[in-house]
């Protein structure tokens, strides 16, 4: 069982930057591919960046590319997000995803979300 919390959102001016958190409870942390979901209102979860189990191999939606960054602390039992260059378009709730598989596909675990807004 890993339980997720996330951290670190709130409300931004279009072009800031903010850096969301996610600590993991459990020992088996660094097995688990971990991921950044979010969800706009009227719309579906989808997809913003995931790292592998090691922190070797990273990969994001093509909207954030270039703009955000995942990194994880395996010591710390943490995964991050650090998003630069904000767009109104970004304002989301924000889910952070432990997966068993390869890669962060949206199975297994989930936090509870934490709120982005930035504003134009």
């Known amino acids: 069982q890993v339980q997720l919390v996330e951290s670190g959102g709130g409300l931004v001016q279009a072009g800031g930057s903010l850096r969301l958190s996610c600590a993991a409870s459990?020992?088996?942390?660094?097995?688990?591919?971990m991921g950044w979901f979010r969800q706009a209102p009227g719309k579906k979860r989808e997809f913003v960046a995931g790292?592998?189990?090691?922190?070797?191999?990273?990969y994001y939606a093509d909207s954030v590319k270039g703009r955000f960054t995942i990194s994880r602390d395996n010591a710390k039992n943490t995964v991050y997000l650090q998003m630069n260059s904000l767009k109104p378009e970004d304002t989301a709730v924000y889910y952070c995803n432990a997966d068993r598989g390869p890669i962060a596909a949206g199975r297994d675990y989930w936090g509870q979300g934490t709120q982005v807004t930035v504003s134009s």
């Open positions: 459990g020992r088996t942390f660094s097995s688990y591919a």
């Open positions: 790292i592998s189990w090691s922190g070797g191999s990273t």
